[in-house]
């Protein structure tokens, strides 16, 4: 099946400092999203992203999909920006897409004050 | 998202008893899809399913698990027999169509004693 590594694994950051985390998928895929899980278990969708770039407020991210990665930055970053950053992708199998998502291993940000 | 609605939250089963835990997937979605994550893991495709009808279902293990969405009401995922490697927290998300950003509810989480 597809493979999906993410990195770095593990991310510390004093508030206010920019972060970048990477997505890296071994197969053409339809659909990519960002998601991140709070602290307390919620997983909030951030961004649809298949390919092309996309911005909402402190957060964007980039997906070149011809060289199979995506990017999420992090700008002044806040202590609510903690929590587990998960990258998951569907595999193109070239025929209709309906939403099975592998998810990477995920990237845990801690934002200190 | 808020939208699509788990419950309950929290629930605590003693080895051998059954785990039901109920989906209402956001207003206008057709297509409901069960995630598992274990701790310290990313989220695991389970089934997917539309009214009536169970898509794929090849990430459900093949015994004491079961899906339905019926015509009427939520979709339901059925544990029979728990066990402690059950345990884990359920999430389950719902999209419009095909192709279309899949949103997650904020989980059950499912402990067995």
């Known amino acids: 099946g597809i493979q999906v590594e993410q990195s770095p694994p593990d991310l510390i950051l004093q508030e206010g400092a920019n972060s970048t985390l990477r997505c890296n998928f071994s197969?053409?895929?339809?659909?990519l999203q960002w998601f991140h899980q709070n602290p307390w278990g919620q997983l909030i969708n951030l961004f649809y992203?298949?390919?092309g770039t996309k911005q909402n407020g402190r957060l964007s991210a980039t997906t070149v999909a011809t060289e199979r990665y995506s990017l999420l930055y992090i700008s002044s970053s806040q202590t609510t920006d903690s929590g587990v950053y998960f990258c998951?992708?569907?595999?193109?199998?070239?025929?209709?897409?309906?939403?099975?998502?592998?998810f990477g291993q995920g990237t845990i940000l801690t934002v200190h004050p | 998202n808020a939208g699509v609605m788990q419950n309950p939250r929290h629930l605590v089963r003693r080895r051998g008893q059954e785990a039901r835990l109920r989906c209402s997937p956001m207003?206008?979605?057709?297509?409901v899809y069960w995630y598992r994550q274990l701790p310290e893991e990313g989220l695991k495709f389970m089934v997917y399913?539309?009214?009536?009808?169970?898509?794929?279902e090849s990430g459900m293990p093949k015994e004491r698990f079961s899906a339905e969405f019926p015509k009427e009401g939520p979709s339901i995922l059925r544990i029979q027999q728990v066990v402690r490697g059950d345990s884990a927290a359920y999430f389950c998300?719902?999209?419009?169509?095909?192709?279309?950003?899949?949103?997650f509810g904020e989980g059950s989480w499912l402990t067995v004693v």
């Open positions: 998300a719902s999209s419009r169509s095909s192709g279309n950003t899949i949103y």
């Open positions: 197969d053409s895929v339809n659909n």
């Open positions: 992203i298949p390919s």
């Open positions: 998951a992708v569907e595999l193109n199998a070239g025929g209709t897409s309906y939403g099975k998502l592998t």
């Open positions: 207003k206008g979605h057709s297509h």
């Open positions: 399913l539309q009214k009536e009808n169970i898509i794929d």
